[in-house]
DNA sequence: CGGGATCCACCTGGATACTG
DNA sequence: CAGTATCCAGGTGGATCCCG
């Protein structure tokens, strides 16, 4: 895919092209975990160096982890998740609960638990203003304030809505 | 990425090796908007058809997409959502709140709305017992029942639970 | 309209070795 | 420990043409 092709016409798409990457997802995921070191991404993940350091460091310049040098001599860092990078911790967490529904042939071996009480908690989307759980069938991604030219263009041809009311 | 490495270990891995692809998830925000034939995906994602062939046989035969064929000569398709397919949509409401969020610089251009009425819903996470949002940095990924092998002995080398409790 | 078949350039990941 | 450097194979996407 080329890169920077459609990421002005919708948010879902630019974040896709930030993010979303088989490997960035599983580092975010471990992120999510509090691991922290090169070594242990590297260990768990099973992925080359070279590449991992590669995502490391585009997942540092878009904003989604930050990289703390803990020690000069030699050079010794660690990689913690920014504002941007927990709040997409609740993607991860949809994700896994699509995952276990259907995505998990010989039972649940991924859950989301509370780390003092080791409570399970199971996410769940839902309208912030009503609390009611949300029907997609009954949805549609429309635009915004913001449209560009370009997506105008492809919202009218498709009679969709340029924007929501109030 | 070797596929089906790691797949036995976690059910985000599993899903994001399912459907972690830049191509399908556009494809599914598209079928999530209605989007039905075969020339529609191609002309609004300007993708290449044999890739996009190969994205919707590979999203109908994971049981995301199903392929309908209301037309017999000429042969003519449609392609709707599966309930597994359905049930993904939350993953990608999400994704667009973190894009509005963190990735749309010049303002908002993508929100969720009621087909009918077009009023805006914000999508938030919460627990579905207490309908609280959920504070992720409270939590972790646990195991589960259906543990791996190979899971155990991650999760009892990196000292983390095995299962939730009750 | 709804794709299948080809061809090719390139990019990317994996493996491995090395270094402060 | 925390990466960087190198090399190589092959997979993948884009482009194009074609067909019922």
Redesign the pocket.
């Known amino acids: 895919?080329?890169k920077n092709d459609r990421t002005d016409l919708c948010s879902i798409a630019r974040a896709i092209d930030k993010i979303g990457?088989h490997?960035s997802l599983l580092i975010l995921r471990d992120l999510g975990q509090g691991l922290t070191?090169?070594?242990?991404f590297q260990k768990n993940l099973?992925?080359?160096?070279?590449?991992l350091?590669?995502r490391?460091?585009t997942l540092v310049s878009e904003g989604l982890v930050r990289?703390e040098l803990y020690q000069d001599n030699?050079?010794?860092?660690?990689?913690v998740l920014t504002k941007a990078g927990e709040d997409f911790l609740p993607v991860l967490a949809m994700i896994m609960v699509w995952g276990n529904e259907h995505s998990s042939p010989s039972g649940l071996d991924t859950q989301l638990v509370d780390k003092s009480t080791l409570k399970k908690i199971s996410p769940i989307v839902v309208d912030a203003k009503t609390k009611e759980p949300i029907e997609f069938s009954k949805l549609t991604f429309a635009g915004g304030p913001a449209n560009s030219a370009a997506k105008i263009k492809v919202l009218t041809e498709r009679n969709m809505p340029l924007a929501a009311v109030n």
């Not at 099973?46 to 590449?51: D, E, M, Q, S």
């Not at 030699?74 to 990689?79: D, E, K, L, Q, V």
Request: no cysteine; glycine share 4%; hydrophobic share 35%.
């Open positions: 895919m080329k990457d490997w070191y090169f070594d242990e099973l992925i080359a160096p070279g590449v350091s590669k490391l460091s990289k030699p050079p010794r860092a660690r990689y």
